[in-house]
């Protein structure tokens, strides 16, 4: 069993926000697998569903960016799973737009999600950057990322979300190299 997060920030004003598309992900993920329906717990939104052979478990935390580690760690205590069962889904500044990375445990790079989980659980948890690039300046990063994408990049963010859905049981099969590398391939078509 495996315990997926997707990070972001309850209500529908902040539904399409770039810092949301941990939560994106995670429905895109949900619809194109046939996941169940969302249920209220761990003090967040889960769903359950398989891919391939591995049950997985959708968590999207209802306690806001700041604190989604208090849901992370009391799903993981429930299932009395490990960090080496987490996988989460968020978005990274140091990334070009679009582009997808997986990374093994690390620190958080001032992302507030990040900090809270590696506050509750610990770092050593495998991660999925979706990029968003980077406003430029420190100042403007987050009335950047508390703002949603803009109409000339929906495409692009579909294309992206598409492609992270359909290539979903690689991630499940801890296919890390060959997910990163099929998902460019979907984004290139």
């Not at 049950?55 to 992370?72: H, Y």
Request: some cysteine; proline content about 4%.
């Amino acid at each position: 069993m495996q315990v997926w997060v997707g990070l972001g920030n309850p209500g529908p004003q902040y539904a399409l926000h770039r810092h949301n598309v941990g939560f994106m992900a995670l429905d895109t993920i949900a619809d194109m697998h046939c996941f169940g329906p969302v249920q209220k717990k761990f003090q967040g939104w889960v769903q359950e569903g398989r891919l391939g052979t591995e049950k997985i478990i959708l968590l999207k935390p209802a306690t806001f960016m700041n604190e989604s580690g208090r849901a992370v760690g009391e799903a993981l205590r429930f299932y009395k799973l490990g960090t080496d069962a987490l996988t989460v889904f968020h978005d990274e500044l140091d990334i070009a737009p679009f582009k997808v990375k997986v990374k093994q445990g690390g620190g958080h790079a001032g992302h507030n999600g990040l900090r809270s989980i590696d506050q509750h659980c610990g770092p050593d948890f495998r991660r999925i950057r979706l990029g968003i690039g980077h406003p430029g300046h420190k100042d403007r990063v987050t009335g950047y990322v508390l703002a949603p994408f803009a109409k000339a990049e929906q495409d692009d963010l579909i294309t992206m979300l598409g492609a992270v859905g359909a290539e979903a049981e690689r991630l499940a099969r801890h296919e890390d190299t060959r997910f990163m590398n099929d998902v460019a391939l979907r984004q290139q078509d």
